[in-house]
């Protein structure tokens, strides 16, 4: 950061070597020119006019170096980064003025030969001149200064997260004072001397074509210069903005861009970070909301604005619960049976999830998935199949808790199913229901007595297709059913 207050000073002092530049383009224009007095004008840059710049600047940048020392006001250092340009441009006018007023009555006006009270030319004339060299340099210093705030202000975010609201500027006034410093300035020196200064500069031994061409040259470096930090001063914000959209829409929400400037284009930037940070919020209850309710519902919810309609279809609903759970939690202590119930949950739900199935409800160690409802699935009844075979394989092939072998058991059914949010108005939560969902739940129970480990209802098995090898058990009555169900055993397969 001392760097950068170090690159203020030198911006603010460069006014001295644009004069000087200035000056030693009028000598080689004008052969002619009185010179007697340029070395005093050469002089009183250095011993005048670089220690008021260093001054002034002192002052200028204070409230920012006090902040950064830890002894200042953040409040009243925002204030001032967003004036600094005009307040700078402002300083460099009124010494320019200081400085340029004196070289033209002692070199111009006070002529050899006048007599000490005499003005050969109007007095409104040198000052009129010495304005517009003065407004010159204050519009150079404005578009210079604004350019090393955009640097401050970037500076200020990377290390401390600084970010300085835009407060009241246009982007219009931006561009009308490049308008006047590019245009009007560069015309009204030409106007004054074609016109009204031929007097003076006659006294200055210049002609008025000398004049012109000290005038266009000196315009070409102003205005050339000018030009370069106006263009730097919109492409920059913008670019940043560009560049930190491009990386949202490539999924980095981390991206946040500084606000560099203090006008429409700042405003910008900073709605743009703020949206930023409500997709941050947005992904993140997104990620929360999804681990208690299915990602599918969570879809859903986002997608109709919190209103999740009630859905009636056919679907496939697989019921699982663990054989002799109880049984194994005697031989566990609490902190175990959570840590190996996670496991067993996170590693059931991976099959599931290929197969498309929609976990609704963890019911101590039992899951209650729906196939179809509520995302669409065709092939709902031959995924719940695939996927209480794929429960099995990992039965067969994981060991819990690093040596506990669990043996799921699931019922599987197919018929019309109603799914939809219930609970109360703070609280809901995503459910079927249905008596397809009681069946299920009541050939998962049935594995016990038929020494099972999966049970399909005969719907399910009409659906699944040839892809399966089903063993018909026989009839079964459920109860709340007049009409017997068929079932039938989906074999499991050894371990590997």
Known sequence: MNAMIRRYYLFMLSPTVLALIVVLLAVAAAPDLRLQHVPYAILSLGLIMVPLILIGSYFLLSPVTHHLDGRGNFGQEQRRVRRLPLLSAGWTFILALIWGQPMFYFESVFCDGCGGDSLPVPMLHPL??????????????????????????????????????PHGGRLLYKLALAFVATAMIPASLVFLDTFLLGDLRELQGLTTTQALQIDIMGAVVLVGIITVFIVRSLTRPVGNLLTSMQQ??????????????????????????????????????????????????VDTVLKDRGVVHPQSREATILFTDIAGFSTICEQLQPEQIITMLNEYFTTMAEPIHQYGGVITQFQGDAMLVSFNLPVEDPDHAANAVRAARALQQIDANHRFLSGITLNTRVGISTG???????????????????????????????????????????????????????????EVTVRGRQTPVTVYELPVESAS
């Open 128 to 165: 009129l001149l010495n304005a517009v060299y003065a407004g010159y340099l204050g519009a150079y210093i404005y578009f210079l200064i604004n350019d090393y705030t955009l640097s401050l202000r970037q500076e200020l975010f990377r290390q401390s997260g600084i970010v300085i609201e």
């Open 248 to 297: 949202v829409h490539q999924g980095n929400l981390e991206s946040k861009v500084p606000v560099l400037s203090d006008d429409e284009i700042g405003t910008l930037t900073l709605r743009f970070d703020e949206m930023v940070e409500g997709l941050k919020d947005r992904n993140f209850i997104r990620q929360t909301f999804s681990r208690f309710v299915p990602e599918s519902v």
């Open 416 to 474: 019309h199913v109603v799914g939809g949010t219930v609970g109360d108005a703070d609280r809901l939560g995503y459910t079927v229901h249905g008596d397809e969902v009681n069946l299920a739940a009541r050939l998962e129970q049935l594995n016990k007595e038929y020494g099972t480990r999966v049970l399909v209802a005969e719907r399910t098995v009409e659906l699944a297709g040839n892809d399966f090898e089903f063993r018909q058990i026989g």
